[in-house]
């Protein structure tokens, strides 16, 4: 499997170990990430962190997301 970049939002750079870059890789077997071995949404290029089922908050349904943009608005 090729690796992709760093699964840590907002990084780009590319993933050495646990799919972190190395950076990260680090701060998380020091135990500075607050998940380290969380499952991502299956969400084509969407890395953030599962919400419900196997998608992220933004990606699990229209329902909720309408949902709460009506609540907040
Ligand atoms: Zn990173
Ligand atoms: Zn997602």
Not at 13 to 18: F, N
Request: glycine residues 14%.
């Amino acid at each position: 499997m090729p690796k992709g970049p760093c699964k840590l939002e907002g990084c780009e750079r590319a993933a050495v170990g646990k799919g972190y870059c190395t950076r990260h890789y680090r701060q998380w077997r020091r135990g500075g990430l607050p998940k380290g071995r969380y499952k991502t949404c299956t969400h084509e290029a969407c890395h953030k962190p599962r919400s419900l089922g196997s998608k992220c908050e933004e990606h699990r349904g229209k329902s909720a997301a309408v949902a709460g943009e009506a609540a907040a608005s």
